[in-house]
C-alpha cells in the first residue's frame, strides 16, 4: 500500500508540477487557460488538497459565505487557482513573462506602490507579483524559504517546483530577495532604501515571538508583533494588495491596491490589516492560499 501511495503521489506532481505546465509554455496563453479550466474540473486532481481546504472553510469561516451546496464549483475554481501558479511560473521561467503580464487587469496605477510597503496576503494565482512590480521599476523586496531537501526525496517533481520558484525570486529581486534567518534585521533597513518592500501578514507567527491579534471572520486571528512595531516606528508609508482571479471566469487576474496609509501604531495596523483580509476572506474565501494552516491562525 505504501509503495502505491508514493507511485500515485509522485504521478499526480508529475502531472501537476511537471507535464501540464510545461505542455503550456508551448501552447499560447488562451489555449492554456482553457486547458487549465477543462483540467479542474477532473475530480481525482488535487482532490485530498481541496478537500481540506473545504472542510476547513466549512468550519472557520463566516456562516454564509460558502454555499455547501456549492461544493463542486468551489473545488473546481480552488484547483484553478493551484494550477494557474504553476503554469505562470513555468512562462515566467522559459521567458514569457509579457505574457502572464497582459492577463493581469489593473484597478489602480501600479507606480502608486512605487517606495512604499505593499501589504499583502496568500491569495489567488499571486506569483506574479514580483516579476509585476520589478517590470514596473517598483524594485521588489521580499522574504523567501528556500525549499527543504527532504522534499527532494519524497516529492522530488514538487521539489523542482520550489527550486524554480526560488531561482525565479532571485532572478527578479537579485540582491533584494531575503532568504528566511535574521530577515528581520535586514528589513528594517531596506524600508530606508528606494523600492518597494512585499509583506504577507497572514503566516502563523514563529512560536515565542511577540504577536497582535485582530478580529478576521468573527475570530481573534494572531499576526506577528516585529514587522507592524518596525513600521509604525519608522512611519512608513504602505499599501494593501490582492492580486485575485478575476470572477469572470477566464482565468486572468486583476489587481487591487488601497492606500497609502500611515500606521500611527502597530496594534492599529494590524486592526486596519484584519479588516482587510476578514473582508476577502469572507466574500471570496476559495482564494486563500493557506487554509490547511487555519488551526494556527485563528485562536482557539
Known amino acids: 500500500m505504501r509503495a502505491w501511495n508514493y507511485m500515485t503521489r509522485q ?22 487557460r482553457s486547458l487549465l479550466a ?25 456562516a454564509g459565505s460558502v454555499d455547501p451546496g456549492n ?33 493581469i487587469e489593473y484597478g489602480a496605477p501600479l507606480e502608486t506602490a512605487n517606495d512604499r510597503v505593499m501589504i499583502g496576503m496568500h491569495w489567488g494565482p499571486s506569483i506574479s507579483t514580483l516579476k509585476m512590480m520589478a517590470e514596473a521599476g517598483l524594485a521588489p523586496a521580499f522574504l523567501y524559504r528556500s525549499p527543504a531537501t527532504q522534499a527532494l526525496r ?11 520558484a526560488s531561482r525565479h525570486l532571485e532572478k527578479t529581486m537579485k540582491e533584494r530577495a531575503i532568504e528566511v534567518g535574521g530577515a528581520g534585521r535586514r528589513l528594517g533597513p531596506l524600508l530606508d532604501q528606494p523600492g518597494s518592500v512585499v509583506v504577507l501578514m497572514d503566516a502563523p507567527p514563529m512560536e515565542g515571538r ?3 491579534s485582530g478580529p478576521v471572520l468573527n475570530r481573534e486571528a494572531v499576526f506577528g508583533a516585529g514587522f507592524p512595531t518596525i513600521l509604525a516606528e519608522k ?12 470572477p469572470d471566469g477566464s482565468l486572468r487576474k486583476k489587481l487591487e491596491l488601497r492606500g497609502p496609509f ?10 486596519d490589516y484584519a479588516g482587510f483580509l476578514g473582508e476577502h476572506l469572507s466574500s471570496d474565501p476559495v482564494q486563500w492560499r493557506i487554509w490547511h494552516a487555519a488551526g494556527q491562525f485563528f485562536k482557539q
Open 11 to 32: 504521478m499526480a506532481d508529475f502531472l501537476l508540477y511537471v507535464l501540464i505546465p510545461g505542455l503550456s509554455v508551448f501552447l499560447p496563453t488562451a489555449w492554456s
Open 38 to 62: 477543462r483540467i479542474s474540473a477532473c475530480g481525482w486532481l488535487l482532490s485530498a488538497k481541496s478537500d481540506v481546504a473545504w472542510n476547513l472553510t466549512q468550519e472557520f469561516a463566516v
Open 71 to 103: 461544493e463542486k464549483v468551489w473545488k473546481k475554481r480552488w484547483k484553478q487557482i493551484e494550477l494557474l501558479d504553476v503554469r505562470d511560473l513555468y512562462l515566467m521561467s522559459f521567458g514569457r513573462s509579457r505574457a502572464v503580464l497582459a492577463e
Open 154 to 164: 519524497r516529492r522530488p517533481f514538487y521539489y523542482l517546483f520550489l527550486s524554480m
Open 210 to 212: 511577540p504577536t497582535l
Open 235 to 246: 512611519h512608513k508609508e504602505y499599501m494593501f494588495y490582492a492580486l485575485s482571479l478575476h
Open 262 to 271: 500611515t500606521a500611527d501604531d502597530a496594534q492599529s495596523f494590524v486592526q
